[in-house]
């Protein structure tokens, strides 16, 4: 995971003291009160059973063994950087991510809404002024030959006492007009993290 330490330079650089790590291979617990918070979060993709935290619903776009990981850090002085970097999918495609308000289960509904920052009074959420990439955290990528892929997300916001719960991998890159806002198609797979 090469991001991690640019991760940490950039928040060394900025003035920031390191005061929480914490990983894990499903999901990170948040610690309180830190100034810089990090979390990581990996898994391999595979069919639901219970207790998954990483699963694929269509393994003929997410194959089983699919491989992601993703990291967040945050600061109140500098917001929220999330990066995921995916690996094992089909070669060349489009694919959307988000941040998902629910964990991952049996089915990729499981996951809940997208986590919007200002939650959208109206659900779903397909309203720009609240479904963009300023208010959620969208992972949208495209794979190289390799069917690897990876995608940053920068907000000005860090989370308060609501948090993300997983990421969902969809079929289609984001939409961003209304009606449409923050739609990307089916959810493919889902990780579970912990911001």
Same mark, same amino acid.
């Given at each position: 995971m090469?991001?991690?330490?640019?991760?940490?330079?950039?928040?060394?650089?900025? @003035?920031?003291?390191?005061?929480?790590?914490?990983?894990?291979?499903?999901?990170a617990?948040?610690?309180?009160?830190?100034?810089?918070?990090?979390?990581?979060?990996?898994?391999?993709f595979? %069919?639901?059973?219970?207790?998954?935290?990483a699963?694929t619903?269509?393994p003929d776009?997410?194959?089983? @063994?699919?491989?992601?990981?993703?990291?967040?850090?945050?600061? @109140?002085?500098?917001?929220?950087t999330?990066?995921?970097?995916i690996s094992?999918?089909?070669?060349?495609?489009?694919?959307?991510?988000?941040?998902?308000? !629910?964990?991952?289960?049996?089915?990729?509904?499981?996951?809940?809404g997208?986590?919007?920052?200002?939650?959208?009074p109206?659900?779903?959420?397909?309203?720009? %002024?609240?479904?963009?990439?300023? !208010?959620?955290?969208?992972?949208?990528?495209?794979? !190289?030959?390799s069917?690897?892929?990876?995608?940053?997300?920068?907000v000005d916001?860090?989370?308060?006492g609501?948090?993300?719960?997983?990421v969902?991998?969809?079929?289609?890159?984001t939409?961003? !007009?209304?009606?449409?806002?923050?739609?990307?198609?089916?959810?493919?797979a889902?990780?579970?993290?912990?911001?």
């Open positions: 090469r991001f991690v330490p640019k991760l940490l330079s950039a928040a060394l650089a900025a @003035g920031l003291s390191v005061t929480s790590l914490s990983a894990t291979s499903a999901a617990t948040p610690a309180t009160d830190s100034p810089l918070h990090f979390t990581a979060a990996h898994g391999t595979a %069919a639901y059973v219970p207790g998954s935290h699963v619903y269509r776009l997410v194959p089983v @063994g699919a491989k992601a990981h993703v990291s967040a850090l945050s600061a @109140g002085r500098v917001g929220t999330t990066v995921l970097v094992g999918l089909l070669p060349q495609h489009e694919y959307g991510a988000h941040a998902h308000v !629910n964990s991952c289960g049996a089915t990729g509904d499981a996951a809940g997208h986590f919007q920052h200002v939650p959208d109206v659900k779903p959420s397909v309203d720009p %002024a609240y479904a963009n990439p300023r !208010n959620e955290i969208w992972l949208d990528f495209t794979t !190289n030959r069917g690897i892929g990876h995608a940053t997300s920068v916001w860090t989370f308060d609501r948090r993300a719960k997983s969902v991998i969809h079929e289609t890159h939409h961003t !007009n209304p009606g449409h806002a923050g739609t990307a198609g089916g959810r493919l889902c990780l579970d993290v912990g911001f």
